[in-house]
C-alpha cells in the first residue's frame, strides 16, 4: 500500500507568511472609511488594531516574517500531517487521488490557533492588556482563549446565541483557558439592545457580535479588537497550511489538480489555497481551486459584489466583497462557523477575476460527507469542513465517470468532537436542508450603497 501520511519535521514550519496580493494583476480595491468613503490607511484601522495587524492588513509585500516567538509555539502542533486518504478513495472506487491537510490536530481542535497566536503576540508586543472578540460555533474564541492565555491577556468573547446554546461546550472550553463569555445579542452593548429591542428573540449572528465586541473595544481603555477572518492579515496567518501542504504533496510526488477549502470568511480556504493560486498567477500551473460554502449562507454563489459592512450594525470600514447584505439572517445550521454574511475581500476579487470556482452544498450532503469521511478515515469531522469533504466527494466521483486519475487536497480544517448533538440529530433523521428563494437574497442586497466604480 501507498504511504499514507507524510510528516515534516519542526524546522519545515514556513519562516514567513505568504501575502498573495503581491502577485494579483487585479489588486483588491481599497476598503473605504464608513464615514468619509475615502480609501483606509493603516491609522485609520488603529483604533481597533495594534499597528504592525494594521500595517498587514493593507501591506502588498509577499512575504511577511514569522516572528521567532509564534514560530515557537507554532511546535506545539506544527507541522500538521497531510494525509493520503485510502480509505475514502476505495470507498468511492475513484481513480482519484485524495489528500488532506489535518489541521483539526491544534490543541483547540481548529485552524484557528494559526492566526489566534500572532494576533495575541502582537497586541501584547503593543502593550494592549485586554482584547474583545466575536465567535460562532466557538472554534476562533477557544483559540483566542488559549492564544490570550499564552501571552497574559484578559479576553472577553461575544459568542452568537443560537451556538452558546447548541454548543456549550466550546463556551466551557473558553473559560477553561480563562475568557469570559457572553451570549450575543447582549445587553452589555448599544449595538446588542438595539438588536434586542427590535427582535428579543434573535439568535445572533456573526456580524451582530462583531459589532458588539468593536463597540466594546473602542471603549475600553487599553483595549483592542481581534478578528478570525475575513480579513487580509487573518488570511495571510493561514498560509502556513498550504506552504505546509505544498513540501508535503511534493514528498507523495504529486502536485494538486484540485485544491478545496470550506468557506466561511475565507481564513482556512485562503490558507491552504493561496500558495498554491500562487503557482497558477506566476507559474503557469492550472490547479482548480474551489471554495465550497453552505447552500444556506451562499455569499460566493449568489450574493453580489458590492462595498458592504462586516458587521450587521455598520461599524467596520466598507469592504469590497460577495456578500448577502449585512441584515442577512442565515438560517441555524450546524455549521456554525459558515454563517457570515460575506467573503473576504482577497478572495471577492480572485473570484471577480474567476480564478477561483466556488460551489454551495446543501446541509445533508454535508453530513453524509462527514459521515463517510469519519467512517472511512476515523476522524469524525467538523460540519464546517465536511462542506470540503463533500466538494472533494463530488470532484472524486466526477474522476471515476471520466476514468481520470486527479490528485485533489482539501482542508480537514477541524475535527468535529464538540458537535455530537449535531450528528446526532443528523443520524435520528431530524436535519433538513434550507432552501434560499432569490427574493430572500434581494432583500437584503437590494438595500446596498452602490459604491463599487
Ligand atoms: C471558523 C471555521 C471555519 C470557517 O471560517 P473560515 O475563515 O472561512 O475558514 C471553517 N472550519 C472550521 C473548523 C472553523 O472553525
Known sequence: MATKKFLLNEKDIPTAWYNIVADMVNKPLPPLHPGTKQPLVPADLEAIFPRVIAEQELTTERWIEIPEEVRELYKIWRPTPLVRATGLEKALDTPAHIYFKNEGVSPVGSHKLNSALPQAYYNQKAGVTHLTTETGAGQWGAALSFASRLFGLALEVFMVKVSYNQKPYRRVMMQTWGADVVASPSNTTDAGRLILAKDPNNSGSLGIAISEAIEKAVKTPNTKYSLGSVLNHVALHQTVIGLEAEKQLDMAGEYPDIVIGCFGGGSNFSGISFPFLRHNLIDGKKTRIIAAEPASCPKLTRGRFEYDFGDTVGMTPFLPMYTLGHDFQPADIHAGGLRYHGA??????????????????????????????????????????????????REAKKAREEGRAKTILFNLSGHGLVDMSAYDQYLHGEMQNYELSDSEIEKTVSSLEKLVP
Do not use: K, Y
Request: glycine share 6%; hydrophobic share 40%.
Open 344 to 393: 473576504g475581500t482577497i478572495v471577492s476579487q480572485l473570484r471577480r477575476d474567476n480564478l477561483i470556482e466556488v460551489e454551495d452544498i446543501p446541509q445533508l450532503e454535508t453530513f453524509d460527507a462527514g459521515r463517510l469521511f469519519a467512517q472511512t478515515e476515523g476522524t469524525i469531522p467538523a460540519p464546517e469542513s465536511a462542506h470540503a469533504i463533500a466538494s472533494a466527494i
